[in-house]
């Protein structure tokens, strides 16, 4: 027979179990949400791939990246290209317009927009080239542009400035900030003045 004291001692024991045991519980729940996050994860990783985009048959550009992650969002869809990123567009004509090069790209479906990041390499069909580290493309707009640092290269000369707007084929283009400028002889170029990044 089990004395008053000693049930009372047993109570109190499982009691204190209880307790513990759901007290780790509640702490290993809060632990769970704490150290958790929402991560947004892909539907497709493509790995090495080419995308022709067209409209009514004609190719409008195509992209080649070393891996496209799609996120089919409602509100938002888009693709990451990562490990190099080309786009090539094309004329209405079908002829070459513009080539772009990257290390990482964002495309917004909806929006019609790229945001071309890291490394950034344009050139056109008409010698122009564009240097710069993040490029937007809009395509509704037909506009691209960036408030960058950038460096044109031109075959009459090279142009240094901070922020640029242009036509999307960068036959037009207007630096924000121009910070130098070099002249470009047929034999060598002649600095007309010292440029400051």
């Known amino acids: 027979m089990i004395k008053l004291g000693q049930k009372l001692i047993l109570n109190i024991l499982v009691t204190s179990v209880i307790g513990v045991f759901f007290g780790s519980c509640e702490n290993d729940i809060d632990e769970v949400n704490r150290v958790t996050t929402h991560v947004e994860l892909p539907v497709q990783t493509i790995i090495q791939s080419k995308i022709t985009y067209t409209d009514s048959t004609r190719v409008e550009f195509t992209v080649e990246a070393g891996k496209i992650d799609r996120y089919p969002s409602e509100e938002d869809p888009r693709d990451e290209f990562s490990n190099g990123v080309e786009v090539i567009t094309y004329s209405k004509s079908g002829a070459f317009e513009s080539q772009i090069n990257a290390e990482n790209a964002t495309n917004y479906l909806n929006r019609?927009?790229?945001i071309a990041r890291d490394s950034v390499v344009l050139k056109n069909f008409e010698g122009k080239t564009l240097k710069t580290e993040l490029l937007t493309w809009d395509d509704e707009a037909k506009r691209i542009y960036t408030d960058e640092f950038v460096e044109i290269i031109t075959p009459n000369e090279i142009?240094?400035?901070?922020?640029?707007?242009?036509?999307?084929d960068f036959s037009e283009y207007e630096i924000q900030n121009i910070k130098g400028r070099i002249k470009v002889d047929s034999e060598e170029p002649q600095q007309?003045?010292?440029?400051?990044?």
């Open 112 to 114: 019609k927009i790229m």
């Open 159 to 168: 142009l240094f400035g901070d922020g640029l707007e242009a036509k999307s």
């Open 192 to 197: 007309e003045t010292e440029h400051t990044q």
